[in-house]
T-cell receptor, first 114, second 112 residues
Framework: NAGVTQTPKFQVLKTGQSMTLQCAQD?????MSWYRQDPGMGLRLIHY???????DQGEVPNGYNVSRSTTEDFPLRLLSAAPSQTSVYFC?????????????FGPGTRLTVL | AQSVAQPEDQVNVAEGNPLTVKCTYS??????LFWYVQYPNRGLQFLLK??????LVKGSYGFEAEFNKSQTSFHLKKPSALVSDSALYFC??????????FGGGTRVLVKP
């Protein structure tokens, strides 16, 4: 199993540009989520999905969109990039919705917005 | 709202000495507690979790953590630290639903 994969690994955008961060998992996990990691702030939840066709907002959803058309894929779209979105983005997945299931993380995408 | 505090930004320890990384939490209801480790330029890796039962939880790479309900703490420990344990450690808590709340992280530096 490849686990959770993310592309690209690095990206530089100009303010106002849009882009999609890709995330895929091959573990047949129902639950997937996107986090951003900023220094000293841990990881903050952006959006999550409990299954195909179902998404919901996390702690910091503004400026981001998600969709979940398949169990495997959970792309994150930046609509109009801003310097405040410079961060490292992690996708994660876990089995079912149970609170006791640990999450598996992808390697991350480092995004810089100029 | 649930929250996690990791009071130390960095912990320095000599190789072979005990390592402790502190974590306290606030949550409504029964907590589910997790520790993750992040090595440079990598994603987070699961170390261990507390769901219910024995307050002392054993995990990967010789790490363990003790759940203390009265002190709302879940400190991570390792009896004898290795240089390879140098990394960023995150404590996290879940309660209702499946939303995971992370602490700010503690950088561990193990010196030879």
């Amino acid at each position: 199993n490849a686990g959770v994969t993310q592309t690209p690994k690095f990206q530089v955008l100009k303010t106002g540009q849009s882009m999609t961060l890709q995330c895929a998992q091959d573990m047949n996990h129902e639950y997937m989520s996107w986090y951003r990691q900023d220094p000293g702030m841990g990881l903050r939840l952006i959006h999550y999905s409990v299954g195909a066709g179902i998404t919901d907002q996390g702690e910091v959803p503004n400026g981001y969109n998600v969709s979940r058309s398949t169990t495997e894929d959970f792309p994150l779209r930046l609509l109009s990039a801003a310097p405040s979105q410079t961060s490292v983005y992690f996708c994660a997945s876990s089995r079912e919705r149970g609170a006791y299931n640990e999450q598996f993380f992808g390697p991350g995408t480092r995004l810089t917005v100029l | 709202a649930q929250s996690v505090a990791q009071p130390e930004d960095q912990v320095n320890v000599a190789e072979g000495n005990p390592l402790t990384v502190k974590c306290t939490y606030s949550v409504s209801g029964n907590p589910y507690l997790f520790w993750y480790v992040q090595y440079p330029n990598r994603g987070l890796q699961f170390l261990l979790k507390y769901i219910t039962g024995d307050n002392l939880v054993k995990g990967s790479y010789g790490f363990e953590a003790e759940f203390n309900k009265s002190q709302t703490s879940f400190h991570l420990k390792k009896p004898s630290a290795l240089v390879s344990d140098s990394a960023l450690y995150f404590c996290a808590v879940k309660a209702a639903g499946n939303k995971l709340t992370f602490g700010g992280g503690t950088r561990v530096l193990v010196k030879p």
